[in-house]
């Protein structure tokens, strides 16, 4: 099993920060990692696969770094529409495995 | 567009079974993987099952391995995960995905509680 440790689980922050959230795994994993997003009561959101593949509609202000164990997703200039939580994923292998969570949140 | 709907939660008393159904539309259902992932009460994400797209491949997660199955109809682009042996535990909102690795496309997700 590949344990993801993913950083902040709280983030507080107000509209133009830039933020980034930490994704830790215990093995490495290439670049089979993707970035979700998710509001209350909905279902989530594909941000960014393959690590730093921006998923087709999703705003420039969204980016992804890293591969083999460290990953970042990097928004640029917060807006009020990407308050949520925001979710890492492993695909490298099975079984598939998801980081805690990261609640982004008006500081 | 590509649509997947899901259907069949409802509330289910412990040891009960329940059976999931996922609709799928605007696209080739039987070139892809499919996923479940669930969502307990304020809680995160956690993947179920996998199924590759002409069923040889099947995964499970260790908490529901032996009680949950999961199958796919490509004649009628649907996916389905029946649920036995249940428990509160089990008690979710789930999803059905699209896989290509990760998960581009969601359903609404069906809400299960397992309660006596």
């Known amino acids: 099993v590949i344990w993801m440790t993913q950083s902040p689980s709280l983030l507080s922050a107000s509209t133009g920060d830039r933020v980034t959230i930490s994704c830790r795994m215990s093995?490495?994993?290439?670049?089979?990692l993707a970035w979700y997003q998710q509001k209350p009561g909905k279902a989530p959101e594909l941000l960014i696969y393959?690590?730093?593949t921006l998923q087709s509609g999703v705003p420039s202000r969204f980016s992804g770094s890293g591969s083999g164990t460290d990953f970042t997703l990097t928004i640029s200039c917060l807006q009020s529409e990407d308050f949520a939580t925001y979710y890492c994923?492993?695909?490298?292998?099975?079984?598939?495995?998801f980081g805690q969570g990261t609640k982004v949140e008006i500081k | 567009e590509v649509q997947l709907v899901e259907s069949g939660g409802g509330l289910v008393k412990p040891g009960g079974s329940l059976r999931l159904s996922c609709a799928a539309s605007?696209?080739?259902?039987?070139?892809?993987?499919m996923n479940w992932v669930r969502q307990a009460p304020g809680k995160g994400l956690e993947w179920v099952s996998s199924?590759?797209?002409?069923?040889?491949?099947?995964y499970y997660a260790d908490s529901v391995k032996g009680r949950f199955t999961i199958s796919r109809d490509n004649a009628k682009n649907s996916l389905y995960l029946q649920m036995n042996s249940l428990r509160a535990e089990d008690t979710a909102v789930y999803y059905c995905?699209?896989?290509?690795?990760?998960?581009?496309?969601w359903g609404q997700g069906t809400l299960v509680t397992v309660s006596s």
């Open positions: 393959a690590a730093s």
């Open positions: 605007g696209f080739t259902f039987s070139s892809y993987s």
């Open positions: 093995q490495g994993i290439s670049s089979y």
């Open positions: 995905a699209r896989d290509k690795g990760d998960n581009d496309y």
């Open positions: 994923q492993q695909y490298y292998s099975f079984p598939r495995t």
């Open positions: 199924i590759s797209s002409s069923s040889s491949y099947i």
